[in-house]
């Protein structure tokens, strides 16, 4: 292990941005599995300030073992912590544009939080482990923003008696299991009642190899699937024996095409200013009633508005692959840019998220200096009935 860990050592990238200095160049973070996955032959990435896997075997074939078997991702990019205390739903509803009250103990939710003028934040997920316990998943770029929010609120009312919150981003492991097959793989992994005793969109803390650990029963990629959040040392042998079971191993590149094809927005990545929820269709989850948070003047305002631009996807019907950034025209008129993209290998084509005019239906994108014509499409490109 050693052996492993000092030559992830060397290889682990250097950022530098073009405004840094020789003494400000600093490392990625370091996934706590990274030595595993060096095994499994990884091929890694620097991305969201982390060293992550961006595939193992193949980003097709990882793909498509999702919609037809079972994948295991490391979530671990993602921030995490927990918010505990008597007022600390009180103190995650005047941060988050979706009232967390609504949200009953064992259940998860995808939440929104924006900025003071309306602007898209965050789209975290939020589970209500019991009466005052609270955890929430970030975004790969927002965790330290949402913490010092939520630690503003403490400080500004006094609270911090009241109210514990806990980064645990640096001593937990988050994977995410997806795919068809999940459950049924899952018994193998963590014994055969578990699984089955965990409904869509509920979580439990169980005990795993003797620590703490938690399950929940969601997916970002419109599939069966499970998150799990464990120590680093129960994470180990967990990767190891979802593999030996036939769960595949798969990156982020996979990952990103998956939740593009189930129309699963990533903030602020794909929802860059001036993007609201309404723009990015995500309005339904904003609730006003009796309620103060940042933005609310602004998108209580803006509620009934007709919105100049809409998040849509994109469906390149010509050879080529699209890339974040590429320009789309119609009628020979740069109207805009792909915000996110990736090839779709069940649908044999590439994907891509824009804000496009809502009445758009044909569209072309510049891809290597050719327009290749697209089609505009509702969200989300791959339903799972």
Known sequence: MNKNNDQLKNW??????EDFSEEEIVQTNRLALAHVYMKHQWHPAPVHNFTVPLWFQGVYDEQR??????????????????????????VLDSIFATSVKDIPEGQL??????HPNGVLLDIPTVFHLSYGRWLVVSGPKTQSHLLGMV????????????VIISDRISDSVLFSVQGPESEKLLEGVVGITIPKAVPRDEVHEILLGGYRALIARTSQINEDGYWFLLSPEVGEHFFDNAVTMGIIPAGLAAHDALRIEAGFLEAPYETPAPVTPLEADLQKLVNFHERDFPGVDVLLNAQNDTPERLIRGIKVLGQGVAHRGDRIFSENNNIGALVNAAYSAQLNASIGLAYLQPNLRKVSVQISDHQIDAEVIDLPFYKNN
């Open 12 to 17: 682990i990238p250097l950022l530098k941005k």
């Open 65 to 90: 073992a999702a919609r037809q078997q079972a994948v295991i991702f490391d979530r671990s990019h993602l921030g995490r912590f927990y918010v505990v205390g008597e007022k600390s739903a009180e």
């Open 109 to 114: 939710k995808r939440v929104l939080v924006c």
């Open 151 to 162: 630690g503003e609120i403490v400080d500004q009312r006094a609270l911090e008696k009241d």
